[in-house]
């Protein structure tokens, strides 16, 4: 499987209600984006290559059980990551949970 493979998996496992890179016209979803890597150099080559990314959900709901969730998932499908921020948002009213994640 893929890094793509698995980062969508992980995701669909929660909801559909996923989007890579770009909003929702919804109250709930996530979008994830890659946004570099995190090679191991030996030998003049990658000797490993590992992806790195966000997960933003934004969500109308306090303590929304997807959080909780996604972590679950990228862990049970062998994705590092940590949970980066929890923020609301006065002007849009959505929570915004962020997760930086990797991937190899």
């Known amino acids: 499987m893929s890094w793509q493979e698995r980062i969508i998996a992980a995701h669909l496992a929660v909801t559909d209600q996923v989007s890579h890179g770009q909003r929702m016209k919804s109250s709930r979803y996530f979008v ?31 303590f929304d059980p997807w959080a909780d969730a996604l972590g679950e998932s990228l862990s049970g499908y062998g994705i590092a990551w940590y949970l980066s921020s929890v923020q609301f948002e006065e002007d849009t009213g959505f929570w915004h949970t962020e997760w930086v994640w990797e991937v190899a």
């Open 32 to 62: 994830w984006q890659e946004d570099g890597s995190n090679d191991l150099a030996a030998g003049n080559g990658h000797a490993e290559r590992a992806v790195t990314g966000t997960t933003d959900l934004f969500t109308k709901r306090e």
